[in-house]
């Protein structure tokens, strides 16, 4: 199938048909340039893809995004719900949105090394608390 036809794995959304922003295609060429694997690279295409999908539906660019517009990105993110194979619905879990943070991270950490932006502002969100399920004793 083609590659914007086919799933990027198993139980993930199907790859965005939209082409990605400049800025974000150097970035990605550059992951793989600096020995990132195909599959990080992917991961980070399909992350970088919802963020600029979700901006433009906003009026905004992932190129120009404020803090603010990244915490808001982000809390959406957090609140979408998520149909599992077995038909139950759930949340976005907190390594998904550490994930997509980690993606925004180094982005803008590419920008700034690239003299495209003079700030990361990704780098003052705090990660997401990872619940770690039931503690306690019988």
Known sequence: KE????????????????PLP??????LDRLIERGGTVNTR???ERDLADVCCSFEKHGK??????????K???AEFASRDNVKRNGL?????????????TALRRFYGFLV?????SDNPAVTIER???????????
Request: hydrophobic content about 35%; overall charge positive.
């Open 3 to 18: 590659r914007d036809e086919r799933m990027a794995g198993r139980g993930r959304p199907k790859i965005q048909k939209a």
């Open 22 to 27: 400049g800025d974000v295609v150097a970035f």
């Open 42 to 44: 992917e991961a980070y």
């Open 61 to 70: 660019d992932i190129e120009t995004a404020t803090t603010d517009d990244l």
């Open 72 to 74: 808001a990105y982000l």
């Open 89 to 101: 619905i759930t949340k976005t879990a907190g390594r998904s949105i550490a994930r997509r943070l």
């Open 113 to 117: 090394s690239e003299g495209n932006r």
């Open 128 to 138: 997401p608390k990872e619940s770690r399920g039931w503690v306690g004793s019988f």
